[in-house]
Nanobody, 123 residues
């Protein structure tokens, strides 16, 4: 019914950049709340950034402020996470998520999740 496919991860040197994509399929996402989370092996999942599909509200985790940014391609139903000035501590599996809510908390639970894409930052 509704699917999220995230991609774009890979191996990158510290200080480099990676752009992740989240392609969404469905009749509409105009009133959806979306987010990116990340999780390293053996670590708890953590919030990276939350936003409304329609725009107007974006909240970044303190650890990524000034380095990460969200871009939307409405025609393609795709959201991009631009990750700059990467650090080894950014190494994790990154997941996009969506829920059918136009307002409220960016915290889980979410209705839909991507399969995850691995980002590894080396020194």
């Amino acid at each position: 019914q509704v699917q999220l496919v995230d991609s774009g991860g890979g191996l990158v040197q510290a200080g480099g950049s990676v752009r992740l994509s989240c392609a969404a399929s469905g009749r509409t996402f105009s009133r959806y709340t979306m987010a990116w989370f990340r999780q390293a092996p053996g670590k708890e999942r953590e919030f990276v950034v939350g936003f409304r599909w329609s725009g107007g509200s974006t909240v970044y985790a303190d650890s990524v402020k000034g380095r990460f940014g969200i871009f939307r391609d409405y025609a393609k139903n795709t959201v991009y996470l631009q990750m700059n000035s990467l650090k080894p501590e950014d190494t994790a599996a990154y997941y996009c998520a969506a829920k059918e809510s136009f307002s409220g908390s960016y915290s889980p639970p979410y209705d839909y999740w991507g399969q995850g894409t691995q980002v590894t930052v080396s020194t």
